[in-house]
């Protein structure tokens, strides 16, 4: 199986292998860095959904894959709370549709702040733990789950929830 991924983010491509490897599925990856067309930082479910869809859609069109997988990070306000949310798409060659979200917190008032005034999640979370490259390594979800639930495994739980979806409809269409 010829599987698209709509990121050059390791992390991610990461939990999209882990994620077939548990499901036992044999499959190729190849890794696009393509347009979400939406914000650089989403701002609601929608918006995040939708930036990974668009992953997918355009990373399964790079080589007519049998399957191409988006996956994006995005924040929500719930009630003046700023919540992480997450969000992954699977869309097949003949444009069956699956999505799936993720793990979401809430997040810091410092960091609510900052993407109020039109920062983006990853630098705010490097600012906050003096360090870089969050977005790569555990996530904003790591550092607030005191690493018990990492960016790279809060993916790899979306991308389950999504071969789940296409294996099941595989075997019954
Ligand atoms: O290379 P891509 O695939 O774009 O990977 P990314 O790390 O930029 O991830 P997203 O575009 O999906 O994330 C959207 C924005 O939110 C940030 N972000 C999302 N989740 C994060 C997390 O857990 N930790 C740090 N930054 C995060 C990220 O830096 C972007 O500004
Ligand atoms: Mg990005």
């Known amino acids: 199986m010829n599987i698209a991924i709509g990121t050059k983010n390791p992390v991610k491509i990461q939990a999209v292998k882990s994620a077939?490897?548990?499901?036992?599925?044999?499959?190729?990856?190849t890794s696009y860095d393509v347009p979400s067309e939406v914000s650089a930082q989403p701002i609601s479910d929608e918006e995040t959904r939708l930036g990974a869809?668009?992953?997918?859609?355009?990373?399964?069109l790079k080589e007519h894959a049998e399957v191409g997988i988006g996956l994006e990070g995005g924040v929500k306000w719930i009630e003046g709370t700023l919540y992480l949310c997450n969000w992954g798409a699977l869309v097949t060659a003949e444009g069956t549709v699956f999505t799936a979200m993720g793990a979401g917190l809430?997040?810091?008032?410092?960091?609510?702040?900052?993407?109020?005034?039109?920062?983006?999640?990853?630098?705010?979370?490097?600012?906050?733990?003096?360090?870089?490259?969050?977005?790569?390594?555990?996530?904003?979800?790591?550092?607030?789950?005191?690493?018990?639930?990492?960016?790279?495994?809060?993916?790899?739980?979306?991308?389950?929830?999504?071969?789940?979806?296409?294996?099941?409809?595989?075997?019954?269409?």
Do not use: W
Request: net charge negative.
């Open 106 to 173: 809430p997040l810091p008032e410092e960091i609510a702040k900052g993407i109020e005034a039109g920062s983006e999640l990853g630098p705010l979370m490097d600012h906050f733990t003096s360090r870089t490259g969050i977005r790569h390594a555990e996530g904003a979800i790591g550092v607030f789950t005191n690493n018990l639930i990492t960016r790279q495994s809060m993916f790899e739980q979306i991308v389950l929830q999504l071969v789940g979806q296409y294996t099941l409809h595989k075997s019954v269409n």
């Open 20 to 29: 077939f490897e548990q499901a036992q599925l044999d499959a190729d990856f």
């Open 53 to 60: 869809l668009n992953r997918a859609r355009h990373a399964q």
